[in-house]
């Protein structure tokens, strides 16, 4: 089911009726990305140059190799901020253009079923500011848990599986549910959604094809809410906002 989902998913993300949201979600997740590259780096200059400054008069024959080392270890860590800038980024950005891709994927895939109501704007923006934070805080502890050996991979697969998983399930699953149905329909299939986070994650981990998450999570999580729904009879009904 998970892989089946996965599948469909991937050969979503070049089909012609998803090319609209394919440029707008890929353009914005760039657009965002490179302004938040310039404000990190803004700051890193802000607040190290001071130091280095106060540094090199103290020290001048080791100023050219300080530097250069400085340099080094400043891209490091901009490249680290921004790989851990992807995860929230895709969640934000997901919550705009979620509901243009539920609807092309119902539309082209699923024309027999009845067709998910658009998430409110004011339910949509708050809940994707609020899973920002969320996402930020999780990934800032997998970042910490980089020292121990053999931890890092797992924590960012297991945070990023996990936090995932479950918004852009939620996200679908309340085109047909209310927010409190959904959480309790995602509850009660956590182990599959979590699996299914976890190839979210994996998609995460590829340079370059992660900057396509939110299209790629958003389509593999529609098709996911589709057939968990028609197997299980509990949770068939589907209600109204």
Same mark, same amino acid.
């Given at each position: 089911?998970?892989?089946?989902?996965?599948?469909?998913?991937?050969?979503?993300? /070049?089909?012609?009726?998803?090319?609209?949201?394919?440029?707008?979600? =890929?353009?914005?997740?760039?657009?965002?990305?490179?302004?938040?590259? /310039?404000?990190?780096?803004?700051?890193?200059?802000?607040?190290?140059?001071?130091?280095?400054?106060?540094?090199?008069?103290?020290?001048?024959?080791?100023?050219?190799?300080?530097?250069?080392?400085?340099?080094?270890?400043?891209?490091?860590?901009?490249?680290?901020? %921004?790989?851990?800038?992807?995860?929230?980024?895709?969640?934000?950005?997901?919550? %705009?253009?979620?509901?243009?891709?539920?609807?092309?994927?119902?539309?082209?895939?699923?024309?027999?079923?009845?067709?998910?109501?658009?998430?409110?704007?004011?339910?949509?923006?708050?809940?994707?500011?609020?899973?920002?934070?969320?996402?930020?805080?999780?990934? =800032?502890?997998?970042?910490?848990?980089?020292?121990?050996?053999?931890?890092?991979?797992?924590?960012? /697969? %297991?945070?990023?599986?996990?936090?995932?998983?479950?918004?852009?399930?939620?996200?679908?699953?309340?085109?047909?549910?209310?927010?409190?149905?959904?959480?309790?329909?995602?509850?009660?299939?956590?182990?599959?959604?979590?699996?299914?986070? %976890?190839?979210?994650?994996?998609?995460?981990?590829?340079?370059?094809?992660?900057?396509?998450?939110?299209?790629?999570?958003?389509?593999?999580?529609?098709?996911?809410?589709?057939?968990?729904?028609?197997?299980?009879?509990?949770?068939?009904?589907?209600?109204?906002?």
């Amino acid at each position: 089911m998970i892989f089946d989902a996965a599948r469909d998913a991937f050969r979503n993300l /070049f089909a012609p009726e998803t090319r609209s949201v394919f440029w707008k979600c =890929l353009g914005l997740t760039i657009l965002v990305l490179v302004g938040l590259w /310039f404000a990190i780096r803004g700051i890193f200059i802000w607040l190290a140059l001071p130091w280095l400054d106060s540094l090199v008069p103290s020290m001048p024959e080791w100023a050219g190799w300080m530097s250069f080392i400085l340099a080094i270890i400043a891209g490091i860590g901009l490249a680290l901020a %921004l790989a851990l800038l992807i995860s929230p980024v895709t969640a934000v950005i997901a919550g %705009l253009f979620l509901d243009d891709v539920a609807e092309v994927i119902e539309k082209k895939d699923y024309p027999n079923d009845p067709q998910g109501t658009a998430m409110p704007l004011s339910q949509a923006i708050p809940s994707s500011l609020k899973f920002f934070g969320i996402v930020i805080l999780g990934n =800032l502890i997998a970042l910490m848990l980089l020292l121990v050996p053999g931890v890092n991979l797992v924590a960012f /697969f %297991l945070v990023n599986g996990y936090l995932l998983g479950r918004e852009f399930f939620e996200f679908a699953a309340m085109r047909f549910r209310t927010p409190a149905d959904a959480r309790a329909f995602r509850s009660k299939h956590g182990t599959t959604v979590f699996m299914a986070g %976890l190839v979210i994650a994996a998609f995460l981990a590829v340079p370059f094809l992660n900057l396509l998450t939110p299209l790629f999570a958003a389509s593999l999580m529609v098709h996911l809410h589709k057939s968990i729904s028609r197997r299980d009879p509990s949770f068939t009904r589907q209600l109204g906002r």
